[in-house]
């Protein structure tokens, strides 16, 4: 599976000259919904199944600043899939360097729009069978 | 009616070392939600009551940059409202000096959810008397 | 000279369910640095040559709601440029059915750190033989 | 030590209804230049006396979503501090119920415009003690 690639905008930007830290965890979003999509699952289709996915947590280390112009790329990973818990890692790095910039994680759960928990394995076996192969996939590679 | 109050964050400068211009858009937002608060109407009610309010067009002029940590004064106005469309002026201000840093216009239109226009004379005179209210308290101070 | 595409992400949407105005702004910065790069000059070479471009004044129409996922084409076009003074236009269109769904402009002049005008003509005849280029080219197909 | 209050805005909801996660990072920051200048060491201070601080990491983990107009109070906690390395605590509750909605973390060093590490015991011990003095009153009462 390719990696998502981000260019690194004049407005992500801060006045110590580098990227804003906080546009990471955008840029993991990002990654994030072009995994769905690669999967098949995109995000509309997941809206639209009345299924939302809330981010229970997320995390970053910092390596080394971006600068705009950069383009930056993420590697995801399936960390963990329990069927109701999603964890997942992402790499990101400078593409011309392949230097590593940043390291993050996230954890999601999915529910119904009341916000009771979704078991994804009875309630949509395809899109489990989708985080479950995708997981395998890279824990192979891993 | 008093003016709405924003401390310029850090994360809204930019590499050049001054708050990003895309930001003052969303400073006007922010006055904008205070303003129809103050007159009773904050967001939620208007959208609970099933109505929408899209943003037709916005305009900025950047007289001065802005820093973090300054505190920037929105001078709100109702330049224009017919009961359908809402047109709205803004006179960004540094507290400290009076300073003017920018001036914008936002132009609103409100609608159901089905995108259709909904005349608030009709459909909502007591927003509608808001709205005009506080535009003829305005108009009478300009 | 080809447009420059803009995916709408998520964290740009907003409770409305549609994409957030103020990204716009931040779409035509894209577009831009995008525009300068293909001229040969993009913003770190300006930077590095001493030379800031704040932003004089921006506006933007909004046609019809961006949502998240679409892939959002940006035209841009010098529409004058006399040395000293330069405003662009934008048109935003949806790319697989070519709607259109924003037109903006942005103004920009060129200074020195100290804040002082810099007439390119005389201090950086490259540079501003680049935007007289781009904008004959523009013109001639417009 | 009063905490920090920041009133969630429309620009900062997504599609969801609720308050983008990624925008508590920036209440983190929000919070943490205020802290700083409770302290009487605001980040103009610090940066004009040639010293950055960039963000090592952080976290942050979701309780509860945060709405429109909801007024979020943050409680900062130095949670950690050697004069090298600084760990700040972020509690953030809603003010009307006091419900928490979220907790978070970040790590700092400080560099000189160069990248390398600033001991503050050593260069700068005003700054140095006011970052103690505050862990200490903070211990205090944890």
Redesign the interface.
Known sequence: MRDYEHKA???E??????I???NY??WM??AR?DYL?LIKF???KI?AAGI?S?????????KK?C???EVICIHITVKEYNGVKLVLGYEMYEKETGELRAVGNSVHCFTNRDGQIVILKKEWPEFDMALRGSREEKGGAG
Do not use: L, T
């Not at 930007?13 to 580098?18: F, L, P, R, T, Y």
């Open positions: 905008q004049y407005y930007s801060d006045q110590m000259g580098i804003h830290h906080s965890i955008r979003e990002e919904m999509s995109p995000m509309e809206e939302v809330p981010v229970a947590s997320v995390d970053c280390k910092y600043p600068r705009i112009n």
